[in-house]
């Protein structure tokens, strides 16, 4: 069975970091692409970072750009995302994806996501 955990999230204060891990098991880590999204209830989902597994390329959205950085540990299964100088409105619920196919940072045909895992950051 196909499953994706995260971890790392958690309450910080604005210009804090948290470094978010995605482990995956029971899958081949042989997806075109993978990445995370975030939501805020109420609002739909945004991408925020992805990275193509085969040649390493990575994608982010605006919003997040020199802050964020995404990698991965093909040999341990695992996705990172790294976050830096936390704002306010990067509060949400993280998710990391598989996905079968990935515009810039965004996900699409998402083959299996993970349950995620809280950002809370304060003024």
């Known amino acids: 069975q196909v499953q994706l955990v995260e971890s790392g999230g958690g309450s910080v204060q604005a210009g804090g970091s948290l470094r978010l891990s995605c482990v995956v098991s029971?899958?081949?880590?042989?997806?075109?692409?993978m990445g995370w999204f975030r939501q805020v209830p109420g609002k739909e989902h945004e991408g925020v970072a992805t990275?193509?597994?085969?040649?390493?390329?990575?994608y982010y959205a605006d919003s997040v750009k020199g802050r964020f950085t995404i990698s991965q540990d093909a040999a341990k299964n695992t996705l990172f995302l790294q976050m830096n100088n936390l704002k306010v409105e990067d509060t949400a619920m993280y998710h990391c994806?598989?996905?079968?196919?990935?515009?810039?940072?965004?996900?699409?045909?998402?083959?299996?996501r993970g349950q995620g895992t809280q950002v809370t950051v304060s003024s």
């Open positions: 990275v193509y597994t085969k040649d390493g390329s990575t």
């Open positions: 994806a598989a996905a079968g196919y990935c515009y810039e940072y965004n996900l699409f045909q998402i083959n299996v």
């Open positions: 029971g899958y081949t880590y042989s997806s075109s692409c």
